[in-house]
């Protein structure tokens, strides 16, 4: 039974970092013009990095969108193999589609739960609170992006690749 408030608190942990993700590409993306220039004319270095970061849009949002898919695939994973397996004895009844319909009904709240912890309030915190928000962030996810960057590099490439393929522009 500890094994499984484990998944859940793994599952909860997972769902905010997704939060976090997904406040931080509002926050930094709803930063104005004259905020981003004073933030540049700081002596502060954290003010400084989240100007830098801002102004590099693609840097950001690339690492942002790892994040939130990586958080979001494993605390579904997670849900839909432990948490599931509690409700299938619950269902027998239904007999060989006691399990497909364990995990659908866990993958449906959990992606509830998702739509408001993960992502709605989360944003519309981040709107209100942008720069602090983005300010509480910012060297974070610059380390981040650091770190990311090969595995944000080869998702682009192979982004590229694919609009190619499909007949635009990847420019």
Known sequence: MSAYWFDIGLITV???LNGLFAGS??????????????LERSSVR????LARLARDPNRFLGTIQLGITLAGYLASATAAVTL?????P????????????????????????????????????????????ALLVAVPLD????????????LGKATDILVRL???NPE
Not at 46 to 49: G, H, K, T
Not at 84 to 88: G, K, R
Not at 125 to 130: E, G
């Open 84 to 88: 599931a397996e509690p409700l299938v």
């Open 25 to 38: 590409e509002i926050a930094l993306i709803s930063l104005r013009e004259g905020q981003l220039t004073a």
């Open 143 to 154: 380390m981040l992006a650091t770190f990311s960057k090969p595995m944000v590099w080869m």
């Open 90 to 133: 619950m269902l027998t009844f239904l007999g060989g589609a006691a399990e497909a319909i364990a995990i659908t009904s866990v993958t449906i709240v959990l992606a509830a739960v998702n739509i408001v912890v993960g992502e709605l309030a989360p944003k519309r915190l981040a709107m209100q609170y942008a720069q602090r928000w």
């Open 46 to 49: 954290r003010d400084q990095v």
């Open 14 to 16: 997972l769902l905010l």
């Open 166 to 168: 499909l007949g635009g």
